[in-house]
């Protein structure tokens, strides 16, 4: 079982597109669980081309073929997540902020969301606050999720949270941020309402952060 997920790890990193499909699905066949899938083989590949290009053994061009690799081995097991007819928990928001394309984490994270039983909009990358408060307004959703990966994104998850704050969209509506430069001490600073590490994370506190609707934002 591991052998086969570090096949698919080492098919993501090497931008094998044209194997990854057929491999995650040997992994559904052979009973791993999609999270398993997700976390040991997809974006355990992730790291290790972050770190590669950090080094530069690769450039963006690599990158983005990995990236795309990725996409297609999730858009697999994007089905296996699908939660059944039940009732919505809320309504979740999500967006990558303005000047920042990376979505893979924020595409997790919905999947998992949507599979825990949430409605998610999709509100993509490069969001800006104008688009972002229109959708706030037209949709009236229960939490509004923000991604950012780059640390000079960062200040724009701030200048978010804080706008949603003076435009008064955050009665009603909770705020959680991730990504990976984001911390909870970030989170914190900027008076978001709860930080995800990770997908897991991400859809416990979108369940307890829609339990506490009513409250006053921090
Ligand atoms: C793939 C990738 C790309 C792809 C993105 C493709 C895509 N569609 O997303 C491409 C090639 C386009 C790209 C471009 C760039 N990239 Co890039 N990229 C990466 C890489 C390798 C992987 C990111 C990823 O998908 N990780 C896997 C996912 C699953 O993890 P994640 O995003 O952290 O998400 C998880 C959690 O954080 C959390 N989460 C995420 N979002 C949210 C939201 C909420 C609400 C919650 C609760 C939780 C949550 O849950 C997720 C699932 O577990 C990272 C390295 C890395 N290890 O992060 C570099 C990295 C982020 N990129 C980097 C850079 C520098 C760039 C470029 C500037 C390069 C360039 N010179 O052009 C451009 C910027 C483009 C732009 N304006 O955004 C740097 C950033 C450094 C920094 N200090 O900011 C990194 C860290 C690489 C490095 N080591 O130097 N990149």
Do not use: W, Y
Request: glycine letters at 12%; hydrophobic letters at 45%; one cysteine or more.
């Amino acid at each position: 079982m591991s052998e086969l997920l570090n096949t698919i790890k080492d098919a993501v990193i090497n931008r094998k597109r044209k194997e990854i499909e057929g491999l995650v699905d040997e992994a559904i066949n052979a009973g791993i669980e999609p999270g398993v899938i997700i976390n040991e083989g997809l974006i355990a590949a992730m790291d290790v081309v972050g770190e590669r290009f950090a080094a530069s053994d690769i450039f963006v061009p690599e990158m983005l073929a990995s990236a795309l690799a990725m996409k297609l081995g999730l858009d697999k097991v994007k089905p296996l997540l699908k939660s059944g007819n039940q009732p919505s928990r809320g309504t979740v928001l999500m967006g990558t902020v303005k000047g920042d394309m990376h979505d893979i984490g924020k595409n997790i994270v919905n999947m998992m969301l949507e599979g825990a039983g949430f409605t998610v909009v999709d509100l993509g990358v490069d969001l800006t606050l104008e688009k972002l408060i229109e959708e706030i307004e037209r949709l009236k959703p229960d939490l509004l999720g923000l991604s950012a990966l780059l640390t000079t994104t960062m200040p724009e998850m701030e200048r978010a949270v804080r706008v949603m704050g003076e435009k008064g969209l955050r009665k009603g509506m909770k705020i959680m941020v991730g990504g990976a430069p984001i911390s909870k001490a970030f989170a914190e600073k900027i008076g978001a309402d709860g930080h995800g590490g990770d997908a897991g994370e991400a859809v416990e506190l979108a369940k307890s952060l829609v339990g506490k609707q009513g409250a006053e934002p921090c």
